[in-house]
């Protein structure tokens, strides 16, 4: 994994694939209800204006270049206005391929897709973000979303060959610059790993720990990345990351040997010596405390869910 770049380590990690599902138009008078679905959902608006609304949050008005990310699976809706009856997405994307078209007029024009992930690492990504991130296009961090929102516009309307290829790059980008917003607003400084990656301090940390992960990282030398000193930096870490430095350590070693352990022929000894471990039985140990199982379980239950998908 590259050494210098931790989100770019996570998204790796988590096998992240974005997927663009299509446009949405409409006007007049409308609300479509959408249900909750797996990954992340991501979506922006071309055109127009509407209102977003989801349960447990404050309706948000949205205006062309706006984005939002859902990413805890809850329903919600976009309309016109809060009071139009709703209908459901499903039955007006069934059988839809591209464009979808509902409504009186066409001046507004949503356009959604997916970021997937690998569901047994998901949660330090989905864990660290809120219900729902609204990016607005009229800030400065914006700029590049709105960007390549015109290109994945134009791209969708192609019909040049890798039309499908070049969307869901689109889409992936346009997702990583909405991260980006929101590591740096206010409403990106909650728990989790996130809210450390928006920290300089703790950034260079983190950095540290992913470029080797099988060094055993000496706090003083976590706390010089950092700037800081060491019952500072010790403190400001577990309260922003929710993890003290060492069980983060552990913990991104044990995601790393996970992944092996599901995509690859390695054994589980040669996995825990790459990773610092000087025995089987202290890589087991380490393994079984914070997955649960022992890294021999672990792969035989992978292995049959792989087997049962593919039947």
């Not at 299509?22 to 209102?51: C, D, E, H, P």
């Not at 994307?93 to 949503?110: H, P």
């Amino acid at each position: 994994m590259s050494a210098l770049d931790p989100l770019s380590d996570v998204f790796q990690l988590l096998d992240a694939q974005s997927i663009y599902s299509g446009s949405f138009v409409t006007g007049g008078r409308w609300a479509v209800r959408f249900q909750r679905t797996q990954g992340i959902k991501f979506n922006a608006l071309g055109r127009g204006s509407g209102w977003l609304a989801m349960g447990g949050q404050e309706p948000v008005q949205l205006h062309a270049g706006d984005c939002f990310i859902t990413c805890h699976g809850n329903d919600f809706v976009v309309a016109s206005a809060l009071d139009v009856p709703e209908i459901k997405a499903e039955s007006l994307f069934a059988n839809a391929l591209g464009e979808v078209r509902y409504g009186e007029r066409e001046d507004v024009q949503f356009i959604g897709g997916l970021v997937m992930l690998n569901e047994t690492n998901a949660s330090l990504l989905t864990g660290s973000l809120p219900p729902l991130v609204v990016i607005r296009g009229s800030t400065a961090r914006a700029l590049p979303i709105r960007w390549l929102l015109d290109q994945l516009l134009a791209e969708s309307r192609s019909e040049e060959v890798g039309r499908s290829v070049m969307c869901n790059d689109l889409m992936r980008m346009m997702f990583v610059h909405a991260l980006r917003a929101h590591l740096e607003s206010d409403a990106g400084q909650t728990q989790g790993w996130l809210a450390g990656m928006a920290d300089r301090r703790l950034r260079a940390a983190l950095r540290c720990i992913h470029e080797d992960p099988a060094r055993s990282w000496p706090l003083a030398e976590l706390a010089n990345a950092a700037t800081m000193s060491r019952s500072a930096f010790a403190q400001h870490f577990k309260e922003t990351i929710g993890f003290a430095p060492g069980d983060y350590a552990i913990r991104w070693r044990m995601r790393l040997a996970m992944k092996r352990l599901r995509c690859g022929q390695e054994s589980a000894s040669s996995i825990g010596a790459s990773l610092g471990y000087l025995s089987d039985s202290a890589f087991s140990s380490a393994f079984k405390k914070v997955v649960g199982v022992s890294p021999r379980i672990y792969r035989e239950s992978a292995e049959t869910a792989s087997s049962r998908t593919i039947s």
